[in-house]
């Protein structure tokens, strides 16, 4: 028997003054200034991983904080709310649409990051598509349906979109390495374990199951207690940090997007 296993923690510009260089043949060049930051606006920031990713992209290269959106602790400053050294003077509001008109007038590149429900999530893509802005959505248990309204949402208004059914690169690292392992078996086992008993299976291990069945190979036909490939997964939904390393990856990669992308693992 041979096992698979890993332990997921799941539960958060300068500008340059032209430059003139002159030759003999008084040719000269300048500087353009450089990309201004990604403006970052997260919708259901008062949630833990809400805040976990405020404090990411606060601390991310590149990329800050602009918005905060969610029903609960509205009027407080979501800097006092992440627990941060400073106030980050942006008030959380519970009105996505306000927050996306203010920051449109900017011209700048945005990203909204979607960490709601599944029955809002279609209703917030498009209107972050129609301010002009891209949208990362992190909401476990959306439903295919939901992807494929979305999908050809996305395509028409060519707009960019990542669903991420998992932001951790860990478990996508892992769900590789079961794919390649399991061409060598002919039984297939998904075990899950956490402290909550509820939420089985997980996000992680549904994708697990849909990548290996559409391998084409047939799988658990034969006598399980022989050549059983076992993929483990436990789960501590206590710290959401180790998530925040894909999701600024997802931030950084879907400003290049133009239609719909199912799968952090796509963009990686």
């Known amino acids: 028997m041979a096992t698979l296993s890993s332990q997921f923690h799941i539960t ?5 003054r032209n430059v003139k260089r002159r030759t003999s043949s008084s040719i000269s ?5 450089s990309q201004s930051n990604i403006k970052v606006i997260i919708n259901g920031a008062a949630k833990e991983i809400g805040r976990a990713a405020v404090v990411a992209v606060t601390k991310a290269r590149g990329m800050e ?3 905060a959106v969610d029903s609960y602790l509205v009027g407080e400053d ?3 709310v992440c627990d941060m050294e400073e106030p980050l003077e942006i008030p959380i509001v519970n009105d996505l649409t306000m927050v996306l008109g203010s920051i449109s007038q900017s011209k700048a590149i945005a990203v909204v990051v979607d960490f709601t429900d599944p029955s809002t999530v279609y209703d917030n893509v498009k209107q972050a598509t129609a301010f002009g802005m891209k949208s990362v959505v992190y909401v476990p248990r959306i439903k295919l349906e939901t992807v494929a ?3 050809a949402f996305c395509e028409k208004a ?5 669903i991420a059914p998992t932001l951790s690169i860990g478990s996508i690292l892992l769900q590789q390495a079961a794919i390649s392992a399991s061409f060598h078996y002919k039984n297939v086992e998904i075990v899950e374990s956490r402290q909550n008993a509820g939420g089985f299976p997980s996000s992680d291990a549904i994708q697990i199951a849909n990548n290996l069945s559409n391998l084409g190979q047939i799988y658990n036909k034969e006598d399980i207690s022989t050549d059983v490939l076992v993929y483990s997964l436990k789960h ?3 710290d959401v940090q180790c998530l925040m390393p894909g999701l600024i990856i997802a931030i950084r990669k879907v400003v290049r997007l133009k ?3 199912h799968g952090l693992e796509k963009v990686l």
Do not use: E, F
Request: proline share 3%; glycine share 10%.
């Open 236 to 238: 501590d939904i206590t």
């Open 29 to 33: 060049c300048s500087m353009q200034p």
């Open 259 to 261: 239609n719909l992308v």
């Open 65 to 67: 904080v602009a918005g």
């Open 12 to 16: 958060n510009h300068k500008s340059y």
């Open 149 to 151: 309204a979305l999908s």
């Open 158 to 162: 060519t707009m960019g979109c990542l």
């Open 78 to 80: 979501i800097g006092n």
